[in-house]
Antibody, heavy 121, light 108 residues
Framework: QVQLQESGPGLVRPSETLSLICTVS????????LTWVRQPPGKGLEWIGY???????NYNPSLMSRVSMSIDTSKSQFSLRLSSVTAADTAVYYC???????????????WGKGTTVTVSS | ERVMTQSPATLSVSLGERATLSCRAS??????LAWYQQKPGQAPRLLIY???TRATGIPARFSGSGSGTEFTLTISSLQSEDFAVYYC??????????FGGGTKVEIK
């Protein structure tokens, strides 16, 4: 079955850029909302945004000025970059697959295990 | 932005009892609502979408209902593996997708 796996540095310095990659195995990445969600310690879930297979992106307005996402279909990977990080960006970051049926259908049916990113000097 | 509010924050239930979790939307989201289960140290798992459709492999003791602004997730007879945090998520009006704050189901 489809599996997602996040990878990237676990520690990022304040003001620098957080970069994560999600590798998809066992299935296609076409026609899905390839999504990033984060969860600060002890808190709830926050949608960061998605990249589609045609490289179209859509971001949370609260993070839009600092976020970029891209996709590499040849490697079955998609990525997240979050610039100018602060301690408030410390969280578990999940990649997930969003069922991209007819709009507005968008629920997250497959998730990666998550990766912890700490912002600290 | 649709604000999702879940209640109660914590629900104490005995094994075998029924659990009823609520989710309210600040404005109508039709039936474009999903429920997720998250156990400690794990990623969320999709339980319900379309307000009432169980995802693949989800046991029948989980059921969802509601439309508009009021939704309910019911676990008919709690099993030990059901103790977790549950989140609702609307996908009627996005961006952004928005989640509720979660309900923790704990052992009474």
């Amino acid at each position: 079955q489809v599996q997602l796996q996040e990878s990237g540095p676990g520690l990022v310095r304040p003001s620098e850029t957080l970069s994560l990659i999600c590798t998809v195995s066992g299935g296609s990445i076409s026609s899905y909302y390839l999504t990033w969600v984060r969860q600060p310690p002890g808190k709830g879930l926050e949608w960061i945004g998605y990249v589609y297979s045609n490289n179209y992106t859509n971001y949370n307005p609260s993070l839009m000025s600092r976020v970029s996402m891209s996709i590499d279909t040849s490697k079955s990977q998609f990525s997240l970059r979050l610039s100018s990080v602060t301690a408030a960006d410390t969280a578990v970051y999940y990649c997930a697959r969003g069922d991209g049926g007819s709009y507005p259908s968008y629920y997250l049916d497959v998730w990666g295990k998550g990766t912890t990113v700490t912002v600290s000097s | 932005e649709r604000v999702m509010t879940q209640s109660p924050a914590t629900l104490s239930v005995s094994l075998g009892e029924r659990a009823t979790l609520s989710c309210r939307a600040s404005q109508s989201v039709s039936t474009n609502l999903a429920w997720y289960q998250q156990k400690p140290g794990q990623a969320p798992r999709l339980l319900i979408y379309g307000a009432s459709t169980r995802a693949t492999g989800i046991p029948a003791r989980f059921s969802g209902s509601g439309s508009g602004t009021e939704f309910t997730l019911t676990i008919s007879s709690l099993q030990s593996e059901d103790f977790a945090v549950y989140y609702c998520q609307q996908y009627n009006n996005w961006p952004p997708l928005t989640f509720g704050g979660g309900t923790k189901v704990e052992i009474k």
